[in-house]
């Protein structure tokens, strides 16, 4: 009662909630009134309450404390009060994770979910299926395949749901539940019906021929509930996604079919399944568009909002597709809503023509103060892919843009704002002056360091290059003067990259960076001082070198090699050229996370850095003590499939290349459940020169268990023989097994599978390096060791196919953005860089023109080592 | 709230409660005899093996009690320490059938009195010598020399002779409990 009243004066004080103060320990000493008799259910309830509040602001309870509180909390199972029942499942949920024998509930939960009350049977099921570990599944699963068909829909709903997570763990139980799940389609409550569907969907995921078959079953026979619908119309779409299935697909007349049902969810769900399936053409998205126009009209905001934002998407893809809704759009312009009318406003600057351009623009900035930054930022990146639409309009965007820096915004904002920018100024030359002008501006007043930096690198970078380098100057060293450490380190690297650039600038630079050697930050002085002593030399090289184009390693490599370093001390110096290279591009690698029906709708993008691939492979082999005299890794590739990916064993090969050696690492996965593979090893026959040294076999391949071989093979000593072809046989010893168990036979014998073909190509010997300023890094390696060549590419009908042919053959990073071929030229000329095994410098030009009989190419290739030079030639030939 | 529940206890017209903990080992009997004393309406035809415990409720003519079914099986016997001190009492079942494992039943049984939450408390136990019926079922006088009930000087306890399914003998024990339950809620 004292507890109580002093909570409510709490309550009064702080206003709002009551629990604000609590502390862990008190409550806990709270929870021992759980142990009294008789049971008072107001005060426990209160009690239990705030231990589910305590639990879920994420407080960290001991197992022991917990384990305290769970099992005094079980002895409120001897009172009938509903509230606090109910409480006590919600605590069993809530603790089963964190206290031990949690099992003690399992009779006591069992008596209620079979009970008369309705009330507690859903909530007991729930709590049960969340205490249940796999050994205890077969006891209860009698009382839950009845809960499933039972009369009641909650009692029948949780049921359903709480199998759905239970097989997670133990799938085998589960799927004796598939007659039970069935009935409970057929029931006529539409909840039911929803999570009866997903635990059948869910049950048969991995059989493909199965999950078709529920698709086509159901898609027939009429369901009640919309939301069983939507999830069907999700299974089909991914189905299409999988099969690759074009519009003429059973599974697709199903979802177009959908877009005539009555209900609203039901409509919009498929209509959004043709948006986002990966092959659809304007023509089969027609029927879907029209239903989002329709939307468009719809008195209620939510389906006006859903609408438009479609509309949005399917606008990046087809544009053309969008334009007949142009006139409903323009009506959400003046939404009361201000996101759906931004939505709008964007879906039109995507489809509308250049003239509207203007008019658009005018009327968004009308508003623009009103919408909310995540808003902003869809605005931006409309912006910004107008742009790139219509390169003659810039001129109209950058001074947008530019006003938007100039406003109130978050950092996620301006951050949207200035990629823009920079995306524009990269893509379109005509833009770059100007753009570098609103940047410079922006800086001036630029409260995140973050952008700071990056823009002052980007000066730095596209600044010299410039018809007039001198009047950034003053933009950077006001950096200089003005700005924390971080920044005015950028400047100083900025300014540096002028003086190497522009002789014209180099001694006013020079008298910059002097003034900078008495800053009062180790960073910036450091690099004021060595960029001084650089620029005094006055040798290109050196400025291409160490200003121009920084340092190509990777960072994390840099990091474990110089540890190394300090671990082992050595007389000899560090060697840079051990350091793994940094593989390009980071930033475009981005991972497409697997979307599941029935979880989200929008297909999540996570960004993951691929950067480190490389030197987690290399963690991996320094582990085998085999390699550890190898060298320092220099490239692995990237997998390649060595089987069909349904068959008996799937092979999937990684080449690692090492100074003198190549390692191929094999990737086995055995898919026969009844069998287990033994010693399996890669046998590999080389071609001339090529030498294995070495098989590290897999001691074991248990069924679905990815294992891992090697085979270690020497390279010819001959520096211009590099490439090869190699057979790969499998050899391994089988036994057979009890596909349940896993427990494998005595006997086994010996068996070999033909893989196919793995080739050792130049691209395995070469790592791609971004050099920021080619001619620099051209004019750094000289003529020494230059090769010349002309070829004729006969088969080859484009520019753009040639040069991608020529950057996967060489596999070296295109430089100055020459991967890039602009429109309705017929000559280009592609740069590429990279590194050569052994450290060596590579640079290629190759001159393309294109003419009536095909396209010619000139190639040169300059580095640091003859033999590299011929090699990287042959790579074409 | 504790006036009015005393007043009516005053009265008469709200009973005394009780708390009494049902152990044993696996398939003695346990949550059959608490089924006995439930009322028609509740009871439970088919008996499983229950998995941690279970509460249950029945009423005599002058208690109501509260009882823990705890499971009997090997891996939840530990857990009944965790309900040793809210009770009031012990209701311990033996299958005396099963000469085997009586042994394991009085191993069982010393952990018990040896809990100091147990040994602190002055608690009645009641012994059922379930499953008379059966034909190598030992008498009650024997269960109680292999349990070695005459060892036990500091707690009231009594045995006496049961046959859960058809309730023969139960009422009996029952009656003992209520009465030595009633001279410790009265003291108390």
Request: aromatic share 8%; proline share 4%; glycine share 4%.
């Amino acid at each position: 009662m004292h507890i109580l009243r002093r909570d409510k004066k709490e309550e009064e004080e702080g206003g709002g909630n009551p629990f604000h103060n609590l502390e862990k320990t008190t409550v806990l000493q709270e929870a021992r009134t759980f142990n009294e008799t008789p049971i008072n259910p107001r005060k426990c309830a209160h009690t239990l309450t705030k231990v589910l509040y305590l639990i879920n602001q994420g407080e960290q309870i001991g197992t022991t404390e917990a384990t305290e509180a769970f099992f005094a909390m079980t002895k409120l199972f001897q009172s009938k009060d509903a509230t606090l029942r109910r409480l006590v499942y919600l605590g069993i949920k809530e603790m089963s994770k964190i206290a031990q024998d949690v099992i003690i509930v399992t009779s006591s939960l069992m008596k209620d979910m079979t009970g008369k009350e309705d009330q507690f049977r859903g909530p007991a099921i729930r709590a049960l299926c969340s205490i249940t570990d796999n050994t205890m599944l077969q006891s209860i699963e009698r009382y839950m395949k009845q809960a499933i068909v039972d009369k009641n829909h909650a009692v029948s709903s949780a049921a359903l749901v709480s199998s759905l997570h239970l097989s997670k763990g133990s799938h085998e139980v589960t799927k004796r539940w598939v007659n039970e799940a069935q009935e409970a389609v057929s029931n006529d409550n539409v909840m039911v019906q929803y999570h009866a569907l997903g635990l059948l969907y869910h049950i048969r995921k991995h059989d493909k021929l199965a999950v078709t078959k529920l698709v086509a079953k159901f898609s027939k026979q009429s369901l009640k509930s919309p939301y069983a619908y939507c999830l069907l119309i999700r299974i089909a779409s991914k189905l299409i996604e999988e099969e690759g299935a074009g519009s003429d697909s059973p599974m697709f007349e199903f979802i177009e079919g959908c877009l005539r049902h009555k209900s609203e969810i039901v409509i919009y769900e498929a209509a959004q399944a043709m948006v986002n399936m990966k092959e659809t053409t304007a023509k089969e998205l027609a029927p879907a568009v029209s239903v989002l126009q329709l939307f468009c009209s719809s008195p209620k905001p939510t389906l006006r909002f859903a609408a438009v934002r479609t509309l949005n998407k399917v606008a990046m893809k087809h544009p053309a597709a969008v334009t007949a809704c142009n006139l409903d759009l323009e009506n959400l312009i003046t939404d009361q809503n201000r996101s759906i009318a931004t939505l709008a406003i964007t879906t039109l600057l995507k489809t509308g023509s250049e003239s509207s351009v203007d008019r658009l623009m005018k009327q968004i900035s009308s508003f623009m103060t009103e919408i909310s930054d995540e808003f902003k930022i869809v605005v931006v990146q409309a912006i910004q892919s107008l742009c790139l639409k219509f390169p003659r309009k810039h001129s109209v965007m950058m001074n947008f843009l530019s006003q938007m820096l100039r406003d109130e915004g978050g950092f996620e904002y301006k951050k949207a704002i200035v990629d823009s920018v920079i995306t524009i100024i990269e893509e379109n030359p005509e833009a770059k002056e100007a753009g570098l002008a609103h940047l410079c501006e922006f800086i001036e007043d630029c409260e995140h360091a973050v952008l700071a930096t990056r823009i002052l690198h980007l000066l730095g970078r596209e600044g010299p290059r410039t018809p007039t380098p001198s009047k950034y100057i003053r933009f950077i060293y006001n950096r200089v003067i003005l700005e924390n450490a971080a920044v005015r380190a950028a400047a100083v690297t900025a300014l540096a990259k002028f003086g190497a650039h522009c002789e014209e600038l180099l001694n006013s630079c020079i008298v910059l960076l002097l003034r900078c050697l008495l800053d009062t930050d180790d960073e910036v002085r450091d690099r004021a001082t060595f960029y001084v002593d650089t620029l005094k030399e006055k040798q290109k090289a050196l400025n291409s070198a160490y200003i121009l184009n920084g340092l190509q390693v990777s960072v994390i490599g840099l990091e474990r090699a110089l540890h190394q370093y300090t671990l082992e001390p050595s007389e000899k110096p560090f060697d840079m050229k051990t350091v793994p290279l940094a593989s390009q591009p980071i930033t475009e690698q981005r991972v497409q996370a697997v979307r599941e029906p029935g979880e989200t709708t929008a297909p999540k993008a996570t960004d993951k850095v691929a950067a480190s691939r490389q030197d987690v492979y290399a963690e991996q082999l320094a582990r085998i003590p085999e390699f550890a005299n190898l060298g320092a890794l220099f490239k692995s590739s990237t997998p390649v499939e060595l089987t069909e990916s349904e068959t008996e064993y799937v092979v999937r090969c990684v080449k690692h290349t090492f100074p003198h050696y190549i390692v191929f690492q094999f990737d086995c996965t055995n898919t026969l459940n009844d069998q287990v593979l033994e010693n399996a090893s890669v046998h590999l026959e080389p071609s001339d020169g090529f030498e294995v040294i070495k098989y590290l076999p897999c001691p074991k391949l248990s069924y679905d268990t990815p294992g891992t071989t090697y085979t270690l093979v020497r390279m010819p000593d001959e520096a211009t023989q590099v490439t090869g072809t190699f057979s790969c046989t499998l050899k391994f010893v089988v036994k057979d097994c009890d596909p349940n168990t896993g427990e494998p036979d005595e006997e086994g014998y010996e068996d070999e599978y033909v893989l196919e073909d793995v080739e050792a190509s130049v691209a395995d010997h070469v790592q791609k390096v971004m050099k920021p300023n080619f001619g620099a890094s051209w004019e750094e390696v000289g003529p020494e060791f230059e090769v010349e060549d002309t070829y004729s590419l006969s088969t080859m009908k484009t520019l753009e196919e040639a040069v991608t042919n020529i950057i996967q053959c060489m596999g070296m990073q295109p430089c100055e953005r020459s991967d890039k071929v602009p429109e309705g030229k017929n000559a280009h000329t592609l740069y590429l860089a990279g590194v050569y095994r052994g450290g060596h410098d590579a640079l290629v030009r190759s001159k393309l023109a294109m003419s009536e009989a095909g396209i010619t190419m000139q190639l040169t290739i300059r580095s640091t080592d003859q033999s590299v030079s011929e090699v990287l030639a042959s790579a074409i030939s | 709230m504790g006036l009015f529940d005393g007043l009516a206890r005053w009265l008469g017209i709200k009973k005394k409660e009780a708390n009494v903990l049902v152990v044993g080992l696996d398939n003695s009997g346990k949550t059959t005899i608490i089924n006995h004393f439930k009322s028609e309406e509740y009871k439970n035809h088919d008996i499983v093996p229950t998995i941690g415990f279970q509460v249950e409720k029945f009423k005599t003519k002058s208690l109501s009690f509260t009882a823990f079914d705890m499971s009997g099986q090997g891996r939840y016997r530990d857990l009944w320490q965790a309900y040793y001190r809210e009770c009031h009492g012990v209701i311990f079942v033996i299958d005396s059938s099963d000469k085997l494992r009586i042994v394991v039943a009085k191993d069982e049984l010393d952990a018990l009195l040896k809990h100091p939450e147990v040994q602190r408390k002055r608690i009645p136990i009641l012994f059922f010598a379930n499953k008379m019926d059966l034909r190598d079922a030992v008498s009650s006088v024997k269960c109680s020399q292999l349990m070695e009930l005459e060892n036990i000087r500091d707690k009231a306890w009594h045995i006496c002779a049961s046959n859960a399914i058809t309730g023969d003998g139960l009422d009996e024990g029952i009656q003992w409990l209520t009465d030595q339950l009633k001279d410790v809620l009265v003291k108390k």
